[in-house]
């Protein structure tokens, strides 16, 4: 028994490290040395529980992004509005990629390597529920509305936004005004969905 956690709490090691080194450097640019040394580990070692970097790095993708899909489900299962929904969940994107700077780093890198495999996995694991339940929020509330369109804006506003806080923050027309996920989330979905700007911070009116 004290065998199988001891080869557990390496393999978590293991991730753990190859998430930081991925988000820093890149997929391409980490080899199977360069996380040997962070986890002091040789690469034979390495392969003994991961048989190679492409399977490392699946893993990495599938521990840092564990809970994406039943956090998403949950909004969906709420007794919101679609409205609601979609702002929950917005704002939930948004603390995601505000807090959680692994995460931020590696979707970034993997749009600047632009390998499709890596791409395709991404959007396959990660994306394809949030832009789901999106495009379900979209049609309830707006079906005149693009709701493919909505849900691709969506998901890039928010990804955009707080992935420039370092730049935005010296911005004299914004600042760090809307850091608040759920302000921002509410300013968006109603952007988004063409409301009145008088309800632009407003919450919506229950029937």
């Known amino acids: ?40 580990m040789t690469p034979a070692s390495l392969y003994y529980y991961f048989p190679g970097k492409d399977v490392l790095y699946r893993d990495v993708l599938t521990t840092v992004f564990a809970g994406v899909g039943t956090q998403i489900s949950a909004i969906a299962a709420s007794n919101a509005s679609p409205i609601e929904k979609l702002e929950t969940l917005l704002a939930w994107m948004g603390t995601l990629f505000a807090s959680q700077t692994t995460i931020s780093n590696l979707l970034r890198r993997e749009l600047l390597d632009g390998d499709d495999v890596r791409l395709a996995f991404i959007a396959k ?65 109603n952007l988004l969905l063409q409301r009145p700007a008088s309800q632009k911070f407003q919450g919506e009116p229950h029937d």
């Open 1 to 40: 028994m004290e065998e199988t956690s001891g080869k557990e709490g390496s393999r978590e090691q293991i991730i753990q490290a190859a998430a930081e080194l991925f988000a820093e450097r890149g997929f391409t640019a980490v080899s199977m040395r360069d996380l040997g040394r962070a986890v002091e």
């Open 125 to 189: 694991h990660i994306f394809q529920d949030m832009e789901d339940d999106i495009l379900s929020f979209a049609r309830d509330a707006r079906p005149d509305l693009d709701a493919g369109l909505l849900a691709t804006s969506a998901v890039s506003l928010v990804f955009g936004y707080y992935g420039i806080s370092g730049v935005r923050h010296h911005l004299k027309g914004t600042g760090n005004r809307f850091d608040d996920p759920q302000i921002f989330a509410k300013f968006i979905t």
